[in-house]
């Protein structure tokens, strides 16, 4: 139990454009979804907090107007990296918190983004 | 924020034990400290979480003194396949300090 999916899990995009990820709780229901960005040989950085139905809260320094967060169900968070540059590229993962567990972060595979 | 302090790299034979220690001098009464494994590309898998004294699972064993300002993660036996990078993390919900990694070990295992 406890399996969190992420689609796409790479997506190449050109520069401008805007890119969607998807993260969904497969088999709970997830109160609170989190965004992390993780650069080649780096830590992951938490980009984002979000609760189901209302406003992401974002890191210092995260764009929120680049980085938009939708957590409209139990189930389902997006992100959407709009007008996407090179240095957007990088590998961003989602976790969730399950509603009722207090202390584990269930994991998204990750997705990686390249921006051309 | 409870600060985590662990060594950048660590090198370990196939089949030894490997013990990695994490430092969390500013742990507050209500934070669990948990461990995750991170292979490349791909999410963070956890591994195991403590609040005191000694945890064990079928993959490790969680070391925490009576102080709580560190913890071991113990690996037996480790093979190949272990090859990963460990972080340590340290908090709970109310203080939401334990969504933030560190810099994590990068632990290569030795054929």
């Known amino acids: 139990g406890a399996v969190v999916s992420q689609h796409p899990s790479w997506v190449i995009c050109k520069s401008g454009t805007s890119v969607k990820i998807e993260c969904r709780s497969l088999?709970?229901?997830?109160?609170?979804m989190f965004w992390y960005r993780q650069f080649p040989k780096q830590s992951l950085m938490l980009m984002a907090t979000?609760?189901?139905?209302?406003?992401?809260?974002?890191e210092q320094g995260v764009e929120k107007d680049k980085f938009l967060i939708n957590h409209a169900s139990l189930t389902l968070s997006t992100l959407t990296v709009t007008s996407a540059h090179p240095e957007d590229s990088s590998f961003y993962i989602c976790?969730?918190?399950?509603?009722?567990?207090?202390?584990?972060?269930?994991f998204g595979p990750g997705t990686r983004l390249t921006v051309t | 924020l409870a600060k985590t302090t662990q060594p950048i790299s660590m090198d370990s034979y196939e089949g030894q034990e490997v013990n990695i220690t994490c430092s969390h001098n500013?742990?507050?009464?209500?934070?669990?400290i948990t461990w995750y494994q991170q292979f490349p590309s791909q999410g963070p898998r956890f591994i195991i979480q403590?609040?005191?004294t000694k945890v064990t699972n079928e993959v490790a064993s969680l070391f925490i003194p009576a102080d709580r300002k560190s913890s071991t993660l113990s690996l037996p036996r480790v093979s190949l396949s272990d090859t990963a990078v460990y972080y340590c993390?340290?908090?709970?919900?109310?203080?939401?300090?334990?969504?933030?990694f560190g810099t994590g070990t990068s632990l290569t295992v030795i054929p």
């Open positions: 500013n742990i507050a009464t209500n934070d669990y």
């Open positions: 993390l340290v908090g709970d919900w109310d203080t939401g300090n334990q969504f933030y």
């Open positions: 979000s609760n189901e139905g209302s406003k992401a809260t974002y």
């Open positions: 403590g609040y005191k």
């Open positions: 976790s969730a918190r399950r509603f009722g567990q207090n202390y584990e972060q269930y």
């Open positions: 088999d709970f229901q997830a109160t609170t």
